[in-house]
């Protein structure tokens, strides 16, 4: 497991680009074969992926949680942004299509991920939050979403917000958890930005091809920095943080926020003219 250690307000604004990159970039997902962790010091998040192949992968346990297991203290969000695969929790078997979503409650001592097919396998990405609770494990399908359309052509984004893990939809103790799709033509996310002091969240960015990025723009107000972050990487945004984004052309997004708060309307908007 590797270890992501976000720096403060005041070394930030300090920083190169090598080291914010170094600070607040995930990167090192989807490696066939292969479950990665990260885990991420801000909310004490695990961001990490899983992409089984010829074998069914396991979610493994580390000594730094100081636990039998991965989720004894910990509830887990996944999204499968690749082909057909399946979750095993316990013994019970979710079947994941491409952008379904699987809530996984405190407790659940066994985790493993299979592909339908190997040559074409599920790329699973997943994030972990501490839990104070036991909550039933939950199957949501791309189609029963909470589906918020938002912005617009003119304004170049046109996007629709899918909410997958929320209170309301499936109860969780801190993970609330969704994507974004951009329309085409559109490249802007989450613009005006905002803040929420009250949690922190991860934006993961996929359905990029290598020839195009996203310039992802973070740091307080008044001192914005920019990260170029491609396909499968992820970003770790502190609760001082904007989080926007604008890409070479449209993409998709995984967000994930944990915290005190889960309304999903929690933010402090940020006026235009306020931007630097």
């Keep these: ?149 938002m912005g617009s052509m003119e304004e170049c984004n046109a996007r629709v917000i899918n909410q997958a893990i929320l209170p309301g939809k499936v109860e969780s103790c801190q993970l609330v958890m969704g994507f974004t799709e951009l329309a085409p033509g559109s490249n802007w996310n989450t613009m005006p930005v905002h803040t929420h002091r009250r949690r922190t969240e991860v934006y993961m960015y996929f359905d990029l091809a290598d020839d195009q990025c996203v310039f992802h723009f973070m740091g307080e107000p008044e001192q914005t920095r920019s990260l ?7 970003v770790a945004s502190p609760s001082w943080s904007i989080h926007s984004g604008v890409g070479t052309r449209n993409y998709t997004f995984v967000w994930a926020m944990g915290g005190e708060n889960q309304d999903f309307p929690d933010m402090d908007h940020v006026q235009m003219k306020d931007i630097l």
Excluded: C
């Design 1 to 149: 497991m590797k270890f992501l250690h976000t720096a403060d307000r005041e070394r930030y604004r300090r920083m190169s680009t090598a080291e914010l990159r170094e600070a607040f970039l995930i990167d090192g997902m989807f490696v066939a074969g292969t479950v990665t962790l990260e885990y991420v010091d801000v909310e004490r998040s695990i961001v990490g992926s899983a992409v089984p192949t010829t074998a069914a992968l396991e979610l493994p346990v580390h000594k730094e949680l100081a636990s039998d297991f991965f989720a004894q203290r910990r509830e887990i969000g996944v999204i499968n942004i690749g082909q057909t695969g399946t979750i095993v929790v316990d013994g019970k078997s979710f079947d994941l299509d491409n952008r379904d979503s699987l809530y996984i409650g405190r407790g659940s001592r066994q985790v493993e991920f299979t592909s339908a097919s190997g040559d074409e396998p599920a790329r699973f990405y997943f994030v972990s939050y501490p839990a104070h609770t036991a909550y039933p494990t939950r199957l949501v399908k791309k189609s029963d979403v909470n589906r918020l359309e």
């Design 228 to 234: 170029v972050v491609r396909d499968g990487q992820a």
